[in-house]
């Protein structure tokens, strides 16, 4: 195989990975839902409990 990764594939990741992160990051700024502790309290996730109008 001839893939050598270079560093438009480093960029692409780093970008991607910024995408991603603000995409989840960014809903509740806007006020879509928010984040509450999950399961044990270690790890958070949406808040599908709330009901807002």
């Known amino acids: 195989s001839n893939f050598r ?6 960029i692409m990741g780093v970008a991607f ?4 992160a603000l995409a989840c ?5 806007f006020g879509w839902s928010r984040y509450i502790p999950e399961g044990m309290q270690c790890s958070c ?5 709330t009901l807002k109008p």
Do not use: K
């Open 45 to 49: 996730g949406i808040d599908y409990y």
């Open 5 to 10: 990764f270079g560093e438009n594939h480093a």
């Open 17 to 20: 990975s910024w995408i991603m």
């Open 25 to 29: 990051a960014a809903p509740p700024l």
